[in-house]
Nanobody, 122 residues
Framework: QLQASGGGLVQAGGSLRLSCAASGRTFSSYAVGWFRQAPGKEREFVAA????????SYADSVKGRFTISRDNAKNTVYLQMNSLKPEDTAVYYC?????????????????WGQGTQVTVSS
């Protein structure tokens, strides 16, 4: 199971750190992604990281503002979000891909966390 946490309400320009913790499995040989879904919109890719090599990928809309990282000891992936904008408002989901490479579409991920709400006020 994946447990996402860390969402909340923040003003524009502020920061939040999301966490994605795995229970019952480890991330080794997998990739972990963050996606988000705003009301009335499709779920979209935000960032992803391969567990073994730490290779990362970001959506253009978050490059330079968001950073994805992993903590091997805690079996947790983080998404540090800085310089938040109102358009970042969405439910954020972490997802696990049972392969050591990154793809940007939701169908490539096998397990999903429950989502955590991020609201950025202007």
């Amino acid at each position: 199971q994946l447990q996402a946490s860390g969402g909340g309400l923040v003003q524009a320009g502020g920061s939040l750190r999301l966490s994605c913790a795995a229970s019952g499995r480890t991330f080794s040989s997998y990739a972990v992604g963050w996606f988000r879904q705003a009301p009335g919109k499709e779920r979209e890719f935000v960032a992803a990281i391969t567990w073994s090599r730490g290779t990362t990928s970001y959506a253009d809309s978050v490059k330079g503002r968001f950073t994805i990282s992993r903590d091997n000891a805690k079996n947790t992936v983080y998404l540090q979000m800085n310089s938040l904008k109102p358009e970042d408002t969405a439910v954020y989901y972490c997802a696990l891909r049972r392969a050591p490479n990154i793809i940007l579409v939701t169908t490539g991920y096998d397990y999903w966390g429950q989502g955590t709400q991020v609201t950025v006020s202007s």
